[in-house]
């Protein structure tokens, strides 16, 4: 592979020109296509193979009224202190509000509040509010028609708030990706000491992300994509470019210091730098393409989008950057850099901070090694206790108004009407479909955690009825939860007796069946990206140990994200410092996806690391001596990209939503954990203690694995151009032709 790239490094910036002008066509190109043929997103999320889509799928058949799927909102009304919500002068400001509700934009429905849904002290009641679309799909205009239609009420003296999944403001897209860039300028121009260095990668991300997302809204108009569905390929798009980037044009700078000519030093970048490229691609594609298999929609679309985005930053490492190095020249390497005599001195200056911190390492390794692993499994431990549910109204601000509504029905009703369960009672196959739902409600009722259960409602054809039950403890109570398996538990009895089938739908329901998928989901899911990832990286480094040293230390970085997730969103630690207002269980779909942007990024420090060890051992290097030496040259890169990353993600903590704060959290940590715990820490003192032993591979297996050559060993074979003089801008041009 390395002569292969080495070819293509040299073809690239030989014909520098040609491949500026194809990547810059195809970028012209992409953006035609996705201004005539883009088409619009979608805002549906679904969860195939759950007890709650199915109910949802089955009441937008029959129930296409009910808004099923749609956003919902709850407008709560509470009486001043010594009054009634049913004086005769808050029952007229209440019917006004109503009556502005139902007039919004995209509403289906609105309950009175007075007629069901007040509790017997008369003091608190609550306007359902039910829309035709989903939350992702409201405008600011819809959720101010709520605030708007809640001023009679309130100037009548009452109090008005409101919850529910309609009032979540959506974020604003684009600053954590301009902050990305920032921090990314900085931290390059820090460690390249030059403008232009400091420049490419950057302008090489750009480029790619561009491309990756104009092609996505190309497919858009071929596929149902998702809103959300870019969102991943942007925010990893942009790290991976300019990680593959930062590392061939650091392996450039060192092949011109070595004082090869800008031709063979673009070549030799590509042949061995490329090779490290190319196979990180690889496992980071294996790690979000694999997130089909938890087969929901949302994450399937996104983990592809985000994989054709690594693609595209592969190709263009691979390509444009080394075409725009021609262009660059010398200039990558800083004044100081093109002036032999300061370059001179600087290589004759102290030790850099990598290689001293290399030498530290290999010189204990068997202490620094326990005091890192026992780090990280003390860091761990809150993990056990880890419990996966969606964010709700409960975990707003104390200031916000869907939390002053949660709070209001707690006080009123009970924790149990903010979570309300739907149960859909399908009757086409009974003899008797209004019997069989009032036996529906009364084996629910007789259940423990019920507080009420409501009257069934039919559809217009009479065969299907709509049972809303009203738990007695909290949204995320595992008591909740056992009910909603204990009410599921009671179908095959009422099959047997009615010949009706009941199912469990609603937010409550949705977020139970969310977790339990993804929990499931899990072990299938790091099982696929392990074992592709073990073969690949056996296949890279002709080593079956350092493949596993490489995954364990993955491990050891999940585990303990989890157990730091755990201890601060969970239990609330250090809440204040992250600017947390309440704690509750850790979002469903963060575990998936922690690991699967996880194991991509630490597969890509893992690579870029292990890959100039092992070259340095090729070439003859004792073990210890191949550790210190690639570890000196990589470690300066690896840092630089992981400072960049952990800015990027903490910038995702400053957010108002717990969401996205979690998930900022989340990946911050974990890159600080792999890259300087485990790549950097653990990596090196694992490395020196297997010594020749990590590169053993049984002979049988050696005969099979084809030769890969990430270490260029086969570039040596090649005859040395040195001397040859640099192509000239007009020879380039005659060649082209």
Excluded: C
């Amino acid at each position: 592979m390395a002569t292969y790239l080495y070819r293509l490094g040299r073809f690239s910036f030989r014909r520098r020109r040609l491949i500026l002008a194809l990547w810059l066509a195809t970028l012209a190109i992409l953006g035609v296509g996705a201004a005539t043929l883009s088409g619009p997103t979608s805002d549906e999320f679904s969860i195939p193979g759950t007890e709650a889509q199915e109910a949802i799928d089955l009441l937008g058949q029959r129930f296409p009224g009910a808004g099923a799927g749609g956003a919902q909102a709850r407008v709560v009304f509470a009486a001043p202190a010594g009054e009634k919500l049913t004086d005769e002068a808050n029952r007229t400001a209440i019917a006004q509000t109503v009556a502005r509700l139902k007039t919004g934009p995209q509403v289906a429905t609105v309950t009175d509040p007075l007629q069901g849904t007040i509790n017997q002290a008369g003091t608190v009641a609550y306007a359902q509010v039910t829309y035709k679309v989903a939350a992702t799909a409201l405008t600011d205009a819809d959720r101010e028609a709520i605030t708007g239609a809640a001023e009679p009420s309130r100037a009548a003296g009452l109090a008005v708030e409101a919850g529910g999944d309609a009032m979540q403001e959506q974020a604003p897209a684009g600053s954590s990706e301009v902050l990305g860039i920032l921090v990314a300028a900085v931290v390059l121009v820090i460690t390249f000491g030059s403008l232009v260095a400091a420049g490419l990668p950057l302008l090489t991300a750009i480029l790619g992300v561009g491309a990756a997302v104009l092609g996505i809204q190309i497919a858009s108009g071929f596929v149902d994509l998702g809103s959300s569905t870019s969102t991943l390929a942007l925010m990893l798009g942009l790290a991976v470019a300019i990680d593959y980037a930062l590392f061939i044009v650091s392996r450039f700078r060192h092949e011109i210091s070595a004082g090869r000519r800008d031709e063979e030093a673009v070549a030799h970048a590509v042949g061995t730098a490329g090779s490290a490229v190319t196979f990180a691609g690889l496992t980071v594609f294996i790690a979000l393409a694999a997130l089909a298999v938890v087969n929901i929609p949302v994450l399937t679309e996104m983990g592809l989008a985000a994989a054709f985005a690594v693609v595209i930053a592969v190709l263009i490492a691979l390509t444009l950057l080394p075409a725009l190095l021609g262009f660059a020249g010398k200039r990558v390497l800083g004044r100081r850099g093109r002036d032999p005599q300061a370059a001179s001195a600087h290589a004759a200056a102290k030790p850099t901070v990598g290689l001293r911190w290399a030498r530290f390492v290999t010189g204990r390794p068997v202490t620094v090694l326990i005091v890192a692993v026992l780090g990280l499994l003390v860091l761990a431990i809150p993990g056990l206790d880890l419990r996966l549910g969606l964010p709700g109204d409960n975990m707003a601000g104390t200031e916000t108004t869907q939390r002053k509504a949660y709070d209001m029905l707690t006080d009123g009703f009970g924790p149990g009407f903010n979570g309300p369960l739907t149960v859909v009672v399908d009757a086409a196959s009974s003899p008797d479909p209004k019997n069989a739902a009032a036996a529906a409600a009364g084996v629910i009722k007789a259940l423990p955690g019920v507080v009420t259960v409501s009257p069934p409602v039919l559809n217009p054809a009479g065969d299907t009825a709509i049972l809303q039950v009203i738990p007695a403890s909290a949204p995320d109570s595992a008591d909740t939860e056992a009910l909603v398996h204990a009410i599921r538990d009671q179908n095959s009895a009422l099959r047997e007796r009615t010949g009706a089938d009941l199912s469990i739908t609603g937010t409550t329901a949705v977020d139970i069946d969310m977790s339990d998928k993804m929990g499931s989901a899990l072990l299938p899911y790091l099982t696929v990206i392990v074992v592709l990832a073990f073969l690949l990286l056996t296949l890279l480094f002709r080593s079956v140990l350092v493949p596993l040293k490489a995954i364990a230390g993955f491990l050891l970085s999940v585990v303990a994200t989890f157990g730091a997730v755990v201890a601060v969103f969970q239990w609330g630690w250090l809440n204040g410092l992250f600017g947390i207002d309440q704690a509750g269980p850790v979002m469903s779909m963060l575990p998936v996806f922690l690991i699967g942007i996880v194991f991509g990024l630490a597969m890509d420090y893992e690579v870029f690391l292990v890959s100039r060890m092992r070259e340095e051992h090729v070439h003859g290097a004792e073990p210890t001596q191949a550790v210190v030496n690639g570890f000196a040259h990589g470690a300066r890169v690896v840092t630089a990209a992981a400072i960049i990353m952990v800015s990027v993600f903490s910038g995702f903590i400053l957010s108002p939503e717990s969401l996205v704060k979690s998930i900022g959290f989340a990946l911050a940590a974990a890159i600080l954990f792999d890259a300087f715990v485990v790549r950097m820490t653990i990596v090196p003192a694992v490395m020196t203690l297997l010594g020749r032993r990590a590169w053993w591979l049984p002979r049988w297996l050696d005969r099979v694995l084809p030769d890969i050559d990430v270490e260029g060993d086969k570039l040596r074979e090649l005859p040395d151009e040195r001397s040859e003089p640099e192509h000239t801008s007009s020879d380039l041009v005659t060649a082209g032709r």
